[in-house]
T-cell receptor, first 113, second 113 residues
Framework: DADVTQTPRNRITKTGKRIMLECSQT?????MYWYRQDPGLGLRLIYY???????NKGEISDGYSVSRQAQAKFSLSLESAIPNQTALYFC????????????FGDGTRLSIL | KNQVEQSPQSLIILEGKNCTLQ??????????LRWYKQDTGRGPVSLTI?????NTKSNGRYTATLDADTKQSSLHITASQLSDSASYIC????????????FGGGTRVLVKP
């Protein structure tokens, strides 16, 4: 089984819909991250969480929200999806001693029409 | 502004040959530098991580170098294999709350038989 599991793997939806992307991990890591990847651009941080009661905005948090339901679960929501949120979304984890994400999920490809 | 520039954007090499990918950064204050490999349709996988005091680090046929004075890093792939076909991403972490990361745009490598 994968260490970091993202669901769904692919999603096509319409403008204005609410969407939730889910991430679960079996690494036992405290830190979890949500990134967005667009063609030709580097990954950009949306939100990150250092433990269950900690939520921090990344560089592109507008239009997104997150929930850290448990140490192993971190979900990303788009309250009212818009076409420029079409992208590949990655969840990642790290332990407290290493700078930056160590383990990534395989991504959710989101298309908003 | 923190930036990470990778070159070339893409390259094609023959199986068995060596290649070197470049990463130049302006991130400050520097904390660490990672190289990731991202296969098509998969999440990035960490290859190496180097701190300020480390000049070189190897992971199998992958060898990363770091020159903190010139703010340059390279990733050398020895005796390339078809499975090395992927995007390689350079990521630099700044010493700040949350170890803010700056991602390069990646170098896409295609290994041909």
């Amino acid at each position: 089984d994968a260490d970091v599991t993202q669901t769904p793997r692919n999603r096509i939806t319409k403008t204005g819909k609410r969407i939730m992307l889910e991430c679960s991990q079996t690494k036992g890591h405290d830190r979890m991250y949500w990134y967005r990847q667009d063609p030709g651009l580097g990954l950009r941080l949306i939100y990150y969480s250092f433990d269950v009661k900690d939520i921090n905005k990344g560089e592109i948090s507008d239009g997104y929200s997150v929930s850290r339901q448990a140490q192993a679960k971190f979900s990303l929501s788009l309250e009212s999806a818009i076409p420029n949120q079409t992208a590949l979304y990655f969840c990642a984890t790290s332990d407290s001693w290493t700078g930056g994400p160590q383990h990534f999920g395989d991504g959710t490809r989101l298309s908003i029409l | 502004k923190n930036q990470v520039e990778q070159s070339p954007q893409s390259l094609i090499i023959l199986e068995g040959k060596n290649c070197t990918l470049q990463c130049n950064y302006t991130v400050s204050p520097f904390s660490n530098l990672r190289w990731y490999k991202q296969d098509t349709g998969r999440g990035p996988v960490s290859l190496t991580i180097m701190t300020f005091s480390e000049n070189t680090k190897s992971n199998g046929r992958y060898t990363a170098t770091l020159d903190a004075d010139t703010k340059q890093s390279s990733l050398h792939i020895t005796a390339s294999q078809l499975s090395d076909s992927a995007s390689y991403i350079c990521v630099v972490s700044a010493q700040a709350a949350g170890n803010k990361l700056t991602f390069g745009g990646g170098t896409r490598v295609l290994v041909k038989p």
